[in-house]
């Protein structure tokens, strides 16, 4: 068998491993899932017909929830990524990676099956996250086709990336508690960014930190691309994000798990 065929088996089992251990516990998705929900409530149904008027392109509610969604929607992947980094802790206090590295396995499918199964559940996590904002009352009648492609393959890739440091975290942590914490930016930085209001309504010596952030330029990348807004350069700072933090995670995942075990 070749080292791509053994790569590509092995990663196929790690992968039905995550993906049952993640139907058999369930809650903790659950339970990450409930935090961009409620904040879509509260905003939209609370504070939504004062902060509709401040956004641009309508008044009251129907402006603000077209306004949030695509930050809501990006704030789901880095909160179900917590997941991913408290799963992977999990498995390195609990012994589960020094067995695999004592096995005959490929050494890369152990990561890779975490990371294909955790951007699987972040991207139906998104799914059902959208699906509330479509009952709330979304909507993006002015996307076509191609721009309902690109916003679904920014979303995969920004999943992508942010479960590569997810990994990384969760190895690096001494337990499953530590992991969660260290994970707790990447769903901190969503709000402080441009997702609940623009940036020119912030403070001034605020406005840098909201802009030069990984967040920032795919929220408005994706609000973009679904509502028709301006892009501007956005889309290719979302990329450069993206692609160096997902070699990042990839680099710092992979010298963890090929360490010599204390």
Request: proline share 5%; net charge positive; hydrophobic share 50%.
């Amino acid at each position: 068998m070749s080292s791509l065929s053994l790569a590509v088996r092995d990663s196929n089992t790690m992968l039905r491993r995550n993906l049952l251990h993640a139907r058999r516990y369930p809650s903790l998705t659950l339970n990450l899932l409930l935090t961009p929900i409620m904040l879509l409530l509260l905003f939209v149904y609370i504070f939504g017909d004062t902060m509709g008027a401040g956004v641009g392109g309508g008044t009251g509610r129907s402006a603000y929830i077209a306004y949030i969604v695509p930050g809501i929607l990006l704030m789901t992947i880095g909160s179900t990524t917590i997941g991913t980094a408290v799963s992977v802790s999990g498995d390195m206090t609990e012994g589960i990676i020094a067995r695999f590295r004592t096995m005959a396995i490929h050494r890369g499918s152990v990561l890779f099956g975490h990371v294909v199964g955790s951007v699987l559940q972040a991207i139906i996590s998104v799914v059902l996250v959208g699906a509330v904002a479509v009952a709330m009352g979304f909507r993006s009648t002015d996307a076509t086709v191609l721009e309902w492609l690109a916003a679904f393959g920014l979303i995969a890739l920004v999943a992508v990336a942010f479960t590569w440091i997810a990994v990384g975290m969760g190895m690096s942590s001494p337990n499953a508690e530590a992991a969660s914490n260290n994970a707790m930016p990447l769903i901190l930085l969503p709000l402080i960014s441009s997702a609940f209001v623009p940036l020119h309504t912030m403070p001034g010596w605020f406005q840098p930190i909201a802009e030069y952030q990984p967040f920032t330029p795919a929220i408005e990348t994706l609000r973009g691309l679904l509502l028709g807004t301006e892009i501007g350069n956005n889309w290719w700072i979302a990329l450069a994000w993206c692609l160096g933090l997902a070699v990042l995670g990839y680099r710092w995942s992979q010298a963890q798990f090929n360490r010599d075990p204390k």
